[in-house]
């Protein structure tokens, strides 16, 4: 297929692309599957990116447990329909009675044996367009319940509830119920002034003071 363009859609079959995403020079992309088109994802993932990766992570996690809600958390899993669906978010998280779906051991969980996330997230900066648009379209297909878009440029939290293969804007979450997306937008701006661990420790007087309310 000679060289693959970037960061942008490429109309491949299904072989193809398992071809394409084997060879050595694409081992650290981030690679899609959907409809016959293919992205690989090879920009560099900056300090901002990183810093917002991590203190959203954090934060879902010290929600669930604070919450005693059953999590799991994958970071950068890939995802897979064979011969249709590939799909790799940053952040994916299965919950409640999914929460032990996925056994140790599996290399590449396929959606045709074991459920979708509950959860997933992307993180975007230089994908910011593509995690509103062809991807969401892409997890709404997948059946995924809720999905969050990091918008790390504009400090915010764009999230989605997904059903019947659509998808409408939400600023509560449903699958983590009473976590709200300003407070998550919060902790971006806090960390952008000051450490996580003071961004952490904010995080759990404001999350210990809803749970009393």
């Known amino acids: ?3 693959v363009p970037t960061d942008t859609w490429v109309r491949a079959t299904w ?3 398992l071809t394409i995403i084997k060879a050595a020079e694409y081992e650290k992309a981030k690679c899609y599957y959907n409809q016959g088109k293919f992205r690989l994802e090879m920009s560099p993932l900056g300090n901002d990116h990183a810093s917002d990766h991590s203190i ?3 934060a879902i996690n010290l929600f669930a447990a604070l919450k005693g809600i059953k999590l799991n958390i994958r970071d950068n899993c890939t995802y897979r329909k064979v011969g249709f669906k590939d799909v ?3 952040i994916s998280c299965y919950l409640g009675d999914n929460v032990e779906a996925i056994p140790w051991g599996t290399k590449i969980p396929s959606l045709d044996q074991y459920p979708a996330p509950n959860l997933v997230i992307e993180v975007g900066n230089t994908s910011l367009a593509d995690d509103k648009g062809e991807k969401r379209l892409l997890y ?3 059946g ?3 999905y969050w878009i990091v918008d790390v440029p504009n400090v915010q939290i764009i999230a989605f509830s997904m059903e019947n293969g659509g998808s ?3 600023s509560e979450s449903i699958v983590l119920p009473g976590l709200k997306m300003e407070v998550l937008a919060t902790v971006l701006r806090r960390s952008r002034e000051t450490n996580h661990a003071e961004v952490g420790a904010w995080l759990l007087k404001e999350f210990q003071r809803a749970r009393n309310d």
Do not use: N, S, T
């Open 88 to 90: 790799q978010p940053d």
């Open 168 to 170: 409408r804007r939400i």
């Open 15 to 17: 072989e193809e692309y």
């Open 1 to 3: 297929m000679g060289k």
């Open 140 to 142: 709404e297909d997948l």
């Open 144 to 146: 995924i319940a809720e």
């Open 56 to 58: 959203i992570i954090y």
